[in-house]
């Protein structure tokens, strides 16, 4: 079964960049169909996509963060990352990596890691 785990600081300074990246283990991250993607969930509101990479590193992001994300992967480590640049303490949330099975619709996510935006 595939198992994804956040790691990075859990407090950032605003204007600076947040950084994440997720380690997968019991899968490639090269594997065809499927997406591995970022999602957030600011306190006391929604699930949020945020974007994705898939297999053969293509990404794609949410319109409403394109100008201030990026999703990278390193195929070596079977990792993936998140880069947010200039954020603000609206940024403030549980960040979640997971991967979408685009054939199954299975989904496998990690437990999540609280980033908090303050000076």
């Known amino acids: 079964q595939v198992q994804l785990q956040e790691s990075g600081p859990g407090l950032v300074k605003p204007s600076q960049t947040l950084s994440l990246t997720c380690t997968v283990s019991?899968?490639?991250?090269?594997?065809?169909?499927?997406?591995w993607t970022w999602i957030r969930q600011p306190p006391g509101k929604g699930l949020e996509w945020m974007g994705a990479i898939t297999n053969d590193g293509s990404t794609r992001y949410s319109p409403s963060l394109k100008n201030h994300i990026s999703i990278s992967r390193d195929t070596s480590k079977n990792q993936f990352s998140l880069q947010l640049s200039s954020v603000t303490p609206e940024d403030t949330a549980v960040y979640y990596c997971l991967t979408h099975v685009t054939t199954t619709g299975m989904a496998y996510w990690g437990k999540g890691t609280l980033v908090t935006v303050s000076s």
């Open positions: 019991g899968g490639s991250i090269t594997t065809t169909y499927y997406y």
